[in-house]
């Protein structure tokens, strides 16, 4: 089994709306609102090494300057800025100049509203990009991403975020889609943090949809993928995708573990 490594803590996102889209069931893609007052960032931080990225990319590596990562459904920024501040030592109030030549952040979200709202509350502007993506669109993703990645004379992210959102992946576009998107994943990062969803959520996702009197999830019902979905996660990353599990984090206290991935030549 993979070593497990202790650490310091991570985080999540959130955004503004009226109090029922408090309601989960209410955003099938995952993209509800105030999304850190159920599940805060410092949840994670706390399970993640600060000094993990600069382990990972030594600073005598020249070429692994500035540090790239891929934020996936970044919701309204939180836990990305949480991240960065996290990785580069930031306190509240502080803002390093030469933050932004050690890690730069690219941040995708499906929801436009939750996007405009992290790019204005962003306290590290020249640090994380915010952009409104879906990823599972192949075209409108190759573009954007290798337009930021150009900009750095790159062709892939040195590390990926992907918290909390494999299981909405799954239940809007099947176990086809949860499979691809992890081989996109895994192409374009060498490192790859997932926390996966367990089960049980996709369980409280349909019912909550149902409750409300919307439709339910299209795949709900046909997914073949299912079980152990952390290790449903791993096996198609390490022999599928040909990635390694380089070790887990722990559990949030949610239930959810932090997984580190390796592409097999980073």
């Known amino acids: 089994a993979p070593a497990k490594l202790t650490g310091e803590g991570i985080g999540e996102n959130a955004a503004e709306e009226e109090p029922r889209v408090l309601e989960p069931g209410a955003a099938p893609f995952g993209n509800f609102r105030h999304y850190s007052r159920f599940h805060p960032p410092e949840q994670r931080l706390r399970l993640l090494p600060p000094e993990l990225l600069r382990r990972l990319f030594p600073p005598e590596r020249s070429e692994a300057r500035p540090i790239l990562g891929l934020d996936v459904g970044c919701n309204s920024g939180d836990l990305s800025v949480a991240l960065y501040k996290h990785f580069l030592s930031l306190h509240d109030g502080?803002?390093?100049?030469?933050?932004?030549?050690?890690?730069?952040?690219?941040?995708?979200?499906?929801?436009?509203v939750l996007v405009e709202r992290a790019k204005k509350e962003c306290p590290f502007p020249d640090g994380l990009n915010f952009i409104t993506l879906d990823f599972m669109n192949q075209r409108t993703r190759k573009v954007l991403l290798s337009s930021f990645l150009s900009q750095f004379g790159r062709s892939v992210f040195d590390i990926g975020f992907c918290m909390s959102i494999t299981m909405w992946i799954h239940l809007n576009h099947g176990d086809h889609g949860l499979w691809e998107f992890l081989a996109h994943l895994s192409s374009l990062c060498r490192y790859l943090l997932v926390e996966p969803q367990p089960w049980k959520c996709y369980r409280a996702a349909a019912r909550r949809?149902?409750?409300?009197?919307?439709?339910?999830?299209?795949?709900?019902?046909s997914l073949a993928i299912r079980g152990d979905m952390a290790n449903q996660i791993v096996q198609i990353?390490?022999?599928?995708?040909?990635?390694?599990?380089?070790?887990?984090?722990?559990?949030?206290?949610?239930?959810r573990s932090l997984l580190l991935f390796r592409a097999s030549d980073p």
């Open 94 to 112: 502080e803002n390093c100049s030469d933050a932004s030549r050690e890690l730069r952040l690219l941040c995708c979200d499906i929801d436009p």
């Open 209 to 221: 949809l149902r409750k409300l009197g919307l439709h339910d999830f299209d795949h709900f019902h």
């Open 237 to 255: 990353l390490t022999q599928d995708h040909g990635m390694e599990l380089v070790c887990c984090f722990g559990n949030t206290s949610w239930d």
